[in-house]
T-cell receptor, first 113, second 115 residues
Framework: AQSVTQPDIHITVSEGASLELRCNYS??????LFWYVQSPGQGLQLLLK??????LVQGIKGFEAEFKRSQSSFNLRKPSVHWSDAAEYFC???????????FGSGTKLNVKP | NAGVTQTPKFQVLKTGQSMTLQCAQD?????MSWYRQDPGMGLRLIHY???????DQGEVPNGYNVSRSTTEDFPLRLLSAAPSQTSVYFC??????????????FGSGTQLSVL
C-alpha cells in the first residue's frame, strides 16, 4: 500500500541552526516525491520535487532534499534556518499517472530566536 | 491567471444539510482532485478526476460525491453533512508533460464546520 511517514510531529530549532525533516515512503512503482510547506491559514506551496536523475534536489528558499531509494527516504534539509521558515511541512508521493498523491501527516517547525 | 479557485472560503453547516464546494481551474489541466486536511493526519485524497467525465475514489470517499462535466470545474458535494466532515478542504489540479514540470496546484482551501 502507498503511504508516507513523517515521524516527527513537532521540531524546534534555533534560528541559524541546520534542519533535517524526515520522510519515508512506501510506493509500489517509481515514485515522484515532493515537499510542500504550509504557513498558518494558507494553502500549500511546493518547495521541491524529485522525479529522476540527480538524487539531491534543490528547491526554493534554500531547501534541498535527498532521495535514497535503498532507505525509501526523501529527507528535507536546510543549512541555516530563518524565523520565516516556521510552518508545517508535508512530504508527498505520487506516481507517473500524476493523479493520486499521498501525503504524510506533516511536521510542524518552530524556530527559536 | 487565476489558477485554482475554491469557493466558499468558510462555511458552517448543520448536520444533515447538503452543500457543494466549488472548484475551478483555468490552466486546462487534465487532473483535478479533492483533499481534506485534518490535524495530525496530513492531506487525504477524497476523489480525483483524470479528465472530463472520469472520476474515481481516493482514500476517504464516503459521504462525498463529485462530477467532472467540464475540464475546468470539479465540484465536491456533501449530500448529508456530518460533524466528522468538519475539516479544511483543498482542491488541486495537475498535468503531465515531457518537461518534468508536473506538480499539484492547490486552491486556497475551504474551512467547513458541521455542527
Amino acid at each position: 500500500a502507498q503511504s508516507v511517514t513523517q515521524p516527527d510531529i513537532h521540531i524546534t530549532v534555533s534560528e541559524g541552526a541546520s534542519l533535517e525533516l524526515r520522510c519515508n515512503y512506501s510506493y509500489g512503482a517509481t515514485p515522484y516525491l515532493f515537499w510542500y510547506v504550509q504557513s498558518p491559514g494558507q494553502g500549500l506551496q511546493l518547495l521541491l520535487k524529485y522525479f529522476s536523475g540527480d538524487t539531491l534536489v534543490q528547491g526554493i528558499k534554500g531547501f534541498e532534499a535527498e532521495f535514497k531509494r535503498s532507505q525509501s527516504s526523501f529527507n528535507l534539509r536546510k543549512p541555516s534556518v530563518h524565523w520565516s521558515d516556521a510552518a508545517e511541512y508535508f512530504c508527498a508521493v505520487g506516481g507517473v499517472n500524476f493523479n493520486k498523491f499521498y501525503f504524510g501527516s506533516g511536521t510542524k517547525l518552530n524556530v527559536k530566536p | 491567471n487565476a489558477g485554482v479557485t475554491q469557493t466558499p472560503k468558510f462555511q458552517v453547516l448543520k448536520t444533515g444539510q447538503s452543500m457543494t464546494l466549488q472548484c475551478a481551474q483555468d490552466m486546462n489541466h487534465e487532473y483535478m482532485s479533492w483533499y481534506r486536511q485534518d490535524p495530525g493526519m496530513g492531506l487525504r485524497l477524497i476523489h480525483y478526476s483524470v479528465g472530463a467525465g472520469i472520476t474515481d475514489q481516493g482514500e476517504v470517499p464516503n459521504g462525498y460525491n463529485v462530477s467532472r462535466s467540464t475540464t475546468e470545474d470539479f465540484p465536491l458535494r456533501l449530500l448529508s453533512a456530518a460533524p466528522s466532515q468538519t475539516s479544511v478542504y483543498f482542491c488541486a489540479s495537475s498535468y503531465t508533460s515531457a518537461t518534468g514540470n508536473e506538480k499539484l496546484f492547490f486552491g486556497s482551501g475551504t474551512q467547513l464546520s458541521v455542527l
